[in-house]
């Protein structure tokens, strides 16, 4: 059985495409998955996506042409990767800044899963946020996006006012999500120095600054367990708005 040379070039296309993806989408980019399990997953990925990639024709004519789509196929696996990495950091941005708020701020540890420095508390909400998308199913609709987006590869006219209002809304939900996560200890610490502060005003002979840590601390605990109750839904509906908005970056380059 023999292959032809343009079939073996779209499985390459496919591999380099879904393996430039791969290295940098949670929750595949974890350092828990071995290279080369990654690098395994993305032929066994390419061998359907063969079928479904867009080819245009002429693109495996001459060496130059060649090479420009397999680089240009890193480059959008890469850039679909990075959307699905910059909303999945919505979570450990709210741990570190629930952290912050609940009195867990020391100095940031090292993450070797994701080998960024971070909150102790947004390492735990990292943590948890990896598991879930495994275990909830949330990878199968990231990759689903992933499959859907293979048909567009190339880049059409360019549109910054389209790019724009994408990323604005990008950001916008990144910051909202954040300050929705870190809001109920936000709320809670807000609370307590308001009765601290009372309290210091009805006894002054009562140390209030050494209350107030633990029950800063006590309050975050309890606070995050109610949170991490949460987090499924959030995952879900966090994973179902980055894939969209892959999708939109998506069709804007196919414009």
């Known amino acids: 059985m023999t292959i032809s040379e343009p079939v073996l070039l779209t499985f390459l296309a496919a591999m380099i495409r879904i393996g430039a993806f791969l290295f940098i989408a949670p929750p595949f980019s974890s350092k828990q998955i071995p290279t080369t399990l990654r690098i395994g997953l993305s032929m066994v990925l390419a061998l359907p996506a063969v079928k479904i990639i867009n ?142 502060s009372i309290l210091s005003r009805v006894s002054p002979s009562m140390s209030i600054y050494a209350l107030s840590f633990p029950i800063q601390i006590l309050a975050t605990i309890f606070i995050v367990s109610l949170v991490i109750s949460n987090l499924p839904g959030l995952v879900q509906l966090i994973t179902t708005q980055s894939v969209s908005s892959m999708m939109d970056f998506a069709r804007f380059l196919g414009n």
């Open 55 to 196: 080819i245009p024709s002429g693109t495996f004519a001459t060496p130059n042409s060649t090479l420009f789509f397999l680089l240009l196929q890193v480059a959008l696996g890469l850039g679909l990767g990075m959307i699905i990495n910059f909303f999945m950091s919505i979570f450990s941005a709210g741990g570190f800044l629930s952290g912050m708020l609940g009195g867990f701020s020391p100095p940031p540890q090292f993450d070797p899963l994701s080998l960024n420095q971070n909150s102790p508390l947004g390492i735990f909400y990292e943590m948890i946020t990896t598991v879930l998308l495994f275990t909830s199913g949330a990878y199968l609709f990231i990759l689903k996006g992933l499959f859907v987006s293979l048909k567009i590869t190339t880049i059409g006219n360019y549109n910054g006012q389209a790019l724009g209002s994408i990323i604005i809304s990008d950001f916008s939900t990144f910051f909202s999500a954040t300050l929705q996560i870190a809001a109920p200890i936000a709320a809670v610490i807000f609370t307590i120095q308001i009765l601290l």
